[in-house]
């Protein structure tokens, strides 16, 4: 089921607005809860088609099963249609290990790397730990040792990323993980290829009528 996220985000929030034009949202840290933020954080690298038409952001855990089960067909889709912003945008619920993973995939764009760490860690079907986040991405091809660097240069950026994402999955209502917003609709839980199809659809019918 989807759900504009526009309205759920004003009744969430009890605001006047709902959201704040980009003109005024320019610095997500300013403005975690504005749309420009929600779709297009500067500080979160991009996948899919970086000029496409349509955004999806899923906020997830790499230790969630169905963030897991559910990864082979929002990567498939989004590649099948060629059109789409994907944005990962971690939600680490799931404990330390969760925590150690979301930050050190997040270093892990300071070598332009993001995507295989995201890929690797997205892959495992087992209990993360330390040393298990840290030999996964080293058998990705990642640098861990200049991660961990690059994640204590700049610890206090990446914790500030991960702040907003939890303040915005809190604000839009969503109640773990996976949830997604795909284009302006909210849509938690776990959908199939068909349903993300549907709601590309629903989501690019929606932005012709504005």
């Not at 990864?71 to 290990?97: Q, S």
């Not at 730990?129 to 990642?142: F, M, N, P, R, Y």
């Not at 939890?166 to 773990?176: C, R």
Request: include cysteine; glycine fraction near 6%.
């Amino acid at each position: 089921m989807t759900t504009r996220f526009t309205s759920v985000l004003a009744a969430t929030l009890l605001a006047a607005t709902v959201l704040l034009p980009q003109a005024h949202a320019q610095n997500a840290a300013s403005d975690p809860l504005s749309e420009s933020s929600i779709l297009r954080d500067p500080d979160i690298p991009v996948l899919g088609n970086e000029k496409g038409d349509i955004t999806i952001v899923e906020y997830f855990d790499y230790q969630c099963p169905y963030c897991r089960k559910i990864n082979p067909e929002l990567t498939k889709v989004v590649h099948d249609d060629g059109h789409i912003r994907l944005v990962y945008k971690d939600w680490p619920i799931f404990g330390g290990a969760s925590i150690y993973a979301a930050r050190l995939a997040l270093a892990s764009k300071y070598q332009n790397r993001f995507s295989e760490a995201h890929e690797a860690l997205i892959s495992l079907h087992e209990k993360l730990s330390e040393d298990k986040v840290e030999s996964t991405l080293a058998s990705a091809g990642i640098d861990v040792a200049r991660a961990k660097n690059d994640l204590a240069a700049n610890r206090g950026a990446i914790d500030a990323i991960l702040a907003r994402n939890h303040e915005q999955a809190m604000a839009l209502g969503f109640q773990g993980t996976p949830s997604f917003i795909i284009g302006h609709f909210r849509i938690p839980g776990v959908p199939n290829a068909t349903a993300f199809k549907q709601a590309i659809a629903d989501a690019r019918a929606a932005a012709r009528k504005k």
